[in-house]
T-cell receptor, first 113, second 111 residues
Framework: GENVEQHPSTLSVQEGDSAVIKCTYSDSASNYFPWYKQELGKRPQLIIDIRSNVGEKKDQRIAVTLNKTAKHFSLHITETQPEDSAVYFCAASIGSNDYKLSFGAGTTVTVRA | ETGVTQTPRHLVMGMTNKKSLKCEQHLGHNAMYWYKQSAKKPLELMFVYNFKEQTENNSVPSRFSPECPNSSHLFLHLHTLQPEDSALYLC??????????FGPGTRLTVL
């Protein structure tokens, strides 16, 4: 089955700096890679996703890059703000079935004011 | 947000109790999921229903029993749970080949 590894497990950055989270996956058939943000006591919410036919996608301060050959993808947050503090999860589709996901263990991001 | 709702939000039960978790979505999605979220661990996919048919059961112990009477409702029936089953149980739904939307979760404590 799909195995997703996520690093680092914790990340502390100064406000205004960038944050990068990396994930690797094992199933070469995976074709959908969403990122979720979970604030304390709240539900995971999709912040950005990418499909395997695209190498990079950007939405304001958030960007995701995908390297299919190396089977890794990354989340980049620029100009971090205190409200970016949360747990971030990456996920990869299990095979080519978009509706089944395997999740990484999460990265706790703390933005220091 | 009210797209995917879950009840109850908190549940404390003894090991001999029987309880049920409920999930409801009125987003017109056809797929519904149960996940277990434990501290410092990846979200664990438990069950998947697609058009009311169960398509995934990730070796979940039989003390967890899902039920999907229609595409808008999903239940997780709990029976003789163990303390290690204490976790946040998240429901999610999705349209075909698209992203999943999560409910707020039920915080379950097994004494």
């Amino acid at each position: 089955g799909e195995n997703v590894e996520q690093h680092p497990s914790t990340l502390s950055v100064q406000e205004g700096d960038s944050a990068v989270i990396k994930c690797t996956y094992s199933d070469s058939a995976s074709n959908y890679f969403p990122w979720y943000k979970q604030e304390l006591g709240k539900r995971p919410q999709l912040i950005i996703d990418i499909r395997s036919n695209v190498g990079e996608k950007k939405d304001q301060r958030i960007a995701v890059t995908l390297n299919k050959t190396a089977k890794h993808f990354s989340l980049h947050i620029t100009e971090t703000q205190p409200e970016d503090s949360a747990v971030y999860f990456c996920a990869a589709s299990i095979g080519s079935n978009d509706y089944k996901l395997s999740f990484g263990a999460g990265t706790t991001v703390t933005v220091r004011a | 947000e009210t797209g995917v709702t879950q009840t109850p939000r908190h549940l404390v039960m003894g090991m001999t109790n029987k309880k049920s978790l409920k999930c409801e979505q009125h987003l017109g999605h056809n797929a519904m999921y149960w996940y277990k979220q434990s501290a410092k661990k990846p979200l664990e996919l438990m069950f998947v229903y697609n058009f009311k048919e169960q398509t995934e059961n990730n070796s979940v112990p039989s003390r967890f029993s899902p039920e999907c009477p229609n595409s808008s409702h999903l239940f997780l029936h709990l029976h003789t749970l163990q303390p290690e089953d204490s976790a946040l149980y998240l429901c999610a739904s999705s349209p075909p080949t698209d992203t999943q939307y999560f409910g707020p979760g039920t915080r379950l404590t097994v004494l």
